[in-house]
């Protein structure tokens, strides 16, 4: 039997005469429990290292239903159905952790993590849910859960990339790991212009100035999670926000904020020379203070924060304009003293 998901059919035909047989964006909820085909089991954990989400809920095999099965959506996808759709294809898979996601504006694709850990597909697409053909590979990057990613309103999200990425064409929504650990959602274009990235709650990650006192404690924020200890921190406005921190075994681990990217960790063998210290010491007011007195230019100054000079506190080396400068945490000149 064919069903229209939160619709119980009169009869045996698969086209239902009942008067809302379309889902909506604010379906009125049934009292009648879900077919059995597509009730997932209480607790099974499918992934070798699962993460949060996967352990939520999990269902057997047996829940996926005879494919294709028709779903027709009131909304537009970008107007509400993806989410319907990203619901729909999360069911339909027997909610499975999820490797990727893609909306456009007319199809929604959803590949998860099978029960043999093989990448499965799904694809809505006409009103119809089928199988898709994909090939996406488990390297054991990060799973997710789809429905926690904000896709009520998709053409507001087209609208900010086309804005911050000089294109609309071909737009497609993806939510997928970024960098290990981290998924988030971005939007590219056909033909691939600059891609914009997304939160979870659809705000956009936007490039930081290097002038403001705002955006100095976004960017330091990014690159020191805690504001622990650190080797060194900096930025500039063609690098973005960095900073170096002891990592394990030798290592050290770099982290990146650059322009409109989420923050991204690299790691590398070795044993830095400097000191560590504490990010918080840190004051984003102190220096945008000291670069707006040396930035005659407007341009921007390089910034760099370390304990090279072996004082008490870490100290802050600016070059703007071709001149370098030298303060303390609290912005007082030590430019004289260190020469």
Same mark, same amino acid.
């Given at each position: 039997m064919v069903m229209v998901a939160g619709c119980v059919p009169p009869g045996p035909s698969p086209v239902s005469p009942s008067p809302t047989?379309?889902?909506?964006?604010?379906? /009125?909820? *049934?009292?009648?429990p879900p077919p059995a085909s597509l009730s997932p089991s209480p607790s099974r954990t499918v992934d070798p290292s699962p993460s949060r989400s996967e352990t939520r809920r999990s269902a057997s095999p047996e829940a996926t239903p005879?494919?294709?099965?028709?779903?027709?959506?009131?909304?537009?996808?970008?107007d509400g159905g993806a989410a319907l759709a990203v619901k729909e294809l999360h069911e339909v898979s027997g909610l499975r952790p999820a490797l990727k996601l893609d909306v456009s504006a007319n199809e929604v694709t959803l590949t998860v993590l099978g029960m043999d850990l093989q990448a499965v597909s799904y694809r809505w697409r006409d009103g119809t849910i089928d199988v898709a053909q994909t090939d996406v590979q488990y390297l054991r990057q990060t799973t997710f859960w789809p429905t926690d990613f904000a896709m009520d309103n998709v053409r507001r999200i087209f609208d900010v990339a086309a804005l911050l990425g /000089?294109? *609309?064409?071909?737009?497609?929504?993806?939510?997928?790991?970024y960098s290990p650990g981290h998924v988030y959602m971005s939007v590219t274009t056909t033909p691939e212009s600059n891609t914009i990235f997304f939160r979870k709650d659809?705000?956009?990650f936007r490039s930081l100035d290097t002038r403001s006192v705002a955006d100095i404690r976004e960017g330091i924020d990014a690159v020191t999670p805690g504001r622990g200890p650190v080797l060194s921190i900096g930025f500039d406005a063609s690098r973005g926000y960095y900073a170096e921190m002891p990592g394990p075994d030798n290592t050290i681990v770099r982290r990146a904020r650059m322009?409109?990217?989420?923050?991204?960790?690299?790691?590398?063998?070795?044993?830095?020379p400097l000191t560590p210290f504490e990010a918080s010491v840190v004051d984003p007011?102190?220096?945008?203070?000291?670069?707006?007195?040396h930035d005659e230019s407007g341009k921007g100054c390089t910034v760099e924060i370390d304990n090279r000079f072996n004082r008490v506190q870490p100290v802050a080396t600016y070059q703007c304009d071709g001149t370098t400068f030298h303060s303390d945490m609290g912005g007082i000149d030590l430019t004289d003293q260190l020469r």
């Open positions: 047989p379309i889902v909506s964006a604010a379906p /009125t909820p *049934s009292p009648s005879s494919l294709p099965m028709p779903f027709r959506i009131r909304e537009s996808l970008l /000089t294109s *609309s064409n071909g737009q497609v929504l993806q939510v997928v790991e659809a705000t956009v322009q409109n990217r989420p923050t991204f960790s690299s790691k590398r063998t070795g044993v830095s007011a102190a220096l945008a203070r000291t670069i707006s007195l």
